[in-house]
């Protein structure tokens, strides 16, 4: 049973930049939820998408959109980069049937210079 | 300076000894809790998750308890494995998303 994966496992960008991040959920999860982790810190919610739709979404700036497919797995972009920006971004994916039980992929490690 | 979420608590605990790890939550409303534990360059991995309707639940060496009086949480590990070395968060959620808290950093002492 395979579990959440994300691509790529790092990424270095320069400011200014657009990129794009990648997810598959575990096998039976249908909703995706995305989440900055600055260094040092906790995961920090940027949205969830169920249906194809952004179902909640956190305190991010417009520059950070999102989609999901029909098959569920989702993507992140992040456009206009900043030096701010830079951290490991994490897919976690759950069930509608219990969304808070969220279980996480091993990040995308996002450098910005 | 050096940003003070840097700066995670730390834990350092003999193998062999039972590790206790604590957490204050923030919001009264949450009814769902789930331990989390990250290890160096990982995505946080399940530990064990609670519901406010209990006030204790056993996984296998974990036990999480839940003090919904003072909003406090806590992680017991018993008989702490050096593989159990990680930083672990506690995440709190009224409904989706989840919250996290600033991590606590264990290190066993082999």
């Known amino acids: 049973d395979a579990g959440v994966t994300q691509s790529p496992t790092h990424l270095i960008k320069t400011r200014g930049q657009q990129v794009t991040l990648r997810c598959s959920p575990k096998s039976g999860h249908d909703t995706v939820s995305w989440y900055q982790q600055a260094l040092g810190q906790g995961p920090q919610f940027i949205f969830q998408y169920y249906e194809e739709e952004e179902r909640q979404r956190g305190n991010f700036p417009d520059r950070f959109s999102g989609h999901q497919f029909p098959n569920y797995s989702s993507e992140l972009n992040v456009n206009a980069l900043l030096l701010g920006d830079s951290a490991l971004y994490l897919c976690?994916?759950?069930?509608?049937?219990?969304?808070?039980?969220?279980?996480f992929g091993p990040g995308t490690r996002l450098t910005v210079l | 300076g050096e940003s003070v979420g840097l700066h995670l608590p730390t834990l350092s605990v003999q193998e062999g000894d039972n590790s206790i790890i604590n957490c204050a939550y923030s919001n009264s409303a949450s009814d769902y809790f789930i331990w989390y534990k990250q290890e160096s360059g990982k995505g946080p991995q399940f530990i064990i998750d609670?519901?406010?309707?209990?006030d204790k639940r056993q996984g296998q060496r974990v036990t999480v308890l839940l003090n919904k009086t003072v909003k406090h949480l806590s992680l017991q590990i018993a008989a702490t494995q050096p593989g159990d070395s990680a930083v672990y968060f506690c995440a709190e959620t009224p409904d989706t998303p989840l919250v996290f808290g600033k991590g606590t950093r264990l290190s066993v002492i082999a």
């Open positions: 609670i519901r406010s309707n209990m």
């Open positions: 976690a994916s759950s069930s509608i049937t219990s969304p808070d039980t969220q279980y």
